[in-house]
């Protein structure tokens, strides 16, 4: 079993930064894919960003390309995103995901979920 904790949310205003962390651990495997979804109040989870294992590519939803950077401590298992130029649209729960999957934009394909991080940027 594998247990991913995401801690860094909070209230900023719009073009704030902020950045979020998920630290995993028991059975985690450093070849997972790790990846960020985000769910709006009244909206489905929505793929943010992911990065595969160690040389494998990294992506990122269009709405924040250029705003936000996915990066990985293999070493610790842990997954990060640096949100910066915040807009009130980013407002939503953050989760961080982990699994043996290539289809790394699809939540279903996620093996492990933390349990969300709330992120709130006024306007």
């Known amino acids: 079993q594998v247990q991913l904790v995401e801690s860094g949310g909070g209230l900023v205003q719009a073009g704030d930064s902020l950045r979020l962390s998920c630290v995993g651990s028991g059975r985690t495997e450093s070849t997972y894919t790790m990846g960020w979804f985000r769910q709006a109040p009244g909206k489905e989870r929505e793929f943010v960003a992911a990065?595969?294992?160690?040389?494998?590519?990294?992506y990122y939803a269009d709405s924040v390309r250029g705003r936000f950077t996915i990066s990985r401590d293999n070493a610790k298992i842990a997954v990060y995103l640096q949100m910066n130029s915040l807009k009130s649209e980013d407002t939503a729960v953050y989760y961080c995901?982990?699994?043996?999957?290539?289809?790394?934009?699809?939540?279903?394909?996620?093996?492990?979920w933390g349990q969300g991080t709330q992120v709130t940027v006024s306007s």
């Open positions: 990065m595969q294992k160690p040389g494998g590519g990294t």
């Open positions: 995901a982990a699994g043996a999957t290539v289809s790394w934009s699809t939540a279903g394909r996620y093996d492990y």
